[in-house]
C-alpha cells in the first residue's frame, strides 16, 4: 500500500510527485506522457517507485524519514543499475518541497493538542 510521500523517479533524476496523489500507479498513469515514462511490465522501465515515510508519524515531520523503493519488500531487491545515491538525493529534495506544500496547509499545534468541544462546560 501506497503512503505519502510517494513518488516516482526517472533515469534522469525527475522526480514526479503530486500532493494529494500517493499511489505510484496513479502517478504513472497520470504523468505517463508529459514525462515519457515507460514500463512495459516485463524488461523496460526508466523509473523507479520510491516511498518517504515519516519516523515517528506524520504530525512529527521535523523528526526523520526512512527512504524505500518500493519494487520488492527489501530496499536493494530490484534496484536498477541506473539507480545511485545521488536519485534519492533528489528524492528527498522533492520531499521538502511536498513538505513545504502539505504542512502549509496543516495546523500542527492544533492536531496534536486537539480539543473536545463537547467537554467544556457550557454557560
Known sequence: ???AFSCL???RKSV???AGI???DELFSKFRK???LVDDGITRKNFVQVEITPDEGYLNPEKGWTFKIDERD???DGIPSWFTPSHEK???KALEE?????YSKINLKEALNPFNPFAKERK
Open 90 to 92: 533528489a528524492c528527498f
Open 98 to 102: 511536498w513538505k513545504k506544500e502539505v
Open 34 to 36: 508529459r514525462k515519457r
Open 74 to 76: 527489501n530496499k536493494y
Open 9 to 11: 523517479v526517472t533515469r
Open 22 to 24: 500517493d499511489s505510484h
Open 16 to 18: 514526479i510527485w503530486q
Open 1 to 3: 500500500m501506497c503512503r
